[in-house]
Nanobody, 124 residues
Framework: VQLVESGGGLVQAGGSLRLSCSAS????????IGWFRQAPGKEREGVAC????????VYVDSVKGRFTISSDSAKVTVYLQMNDLLSEDTAVYYC??????????????????WGQGAQVTVST
């Protein structure tokens, strides 16, 4: 199983980035996919997740209205569109897969597989 993030980088505050998570070795429809982030000195936090069963989405309050999680039609890639970025969005972003795609996804679930992470840095 492999999850590979891409699309990170350096952006000015107020700008946008789109992260991609490409998965291999799993049946995508059986998994919910989540995006998590960890800033230096802080605990990892769940950002957003999407359920493969009904494409329902869950977001942490701090990104609602700014970030959008989506999956492509073939459901082999999940995206995180990040708009109106703030300095506090600076972190390493990870995608992860949680087995069990039935019903809404949960950021607090145990995620079985993780990517290597992508750095997002927002400058002021």
């Amino acid at each position: 199983v492999q999850l590979v993030e891409s699309g990170g980088g350096l952006v000015q505050a107020g700008g946008s980035l789109r992260l991609s998570c490409s998965a291999s070795g799993i049946i995508f429809d059986d998994y919910a996919i989540g995006w998590f982030r960890q800033a230096p000195g802080k605990e990892r936090e769940g950002v957003a997740c999407i359920s493969s069963s009904d494409d329902s989405q869950v977001y942490v309050d701090s990104v609602k209205g700014r970030f959008t999680i989506s999956s492509d039609s073939a459901k082999v890639t999940v995206y995180l569109q990040m708009n109106d970025l703030l300095s506090e969005d600076t972190a390493v972003y990870y995608c992860a897969a949680h087995y069990g795609a039935w019903g809404p996804c949960r950021l607090g679930a145990v995620y079985d597989y993780w990517g290597q992470g992508a750095q997002v840095t927002v400058s002021t």
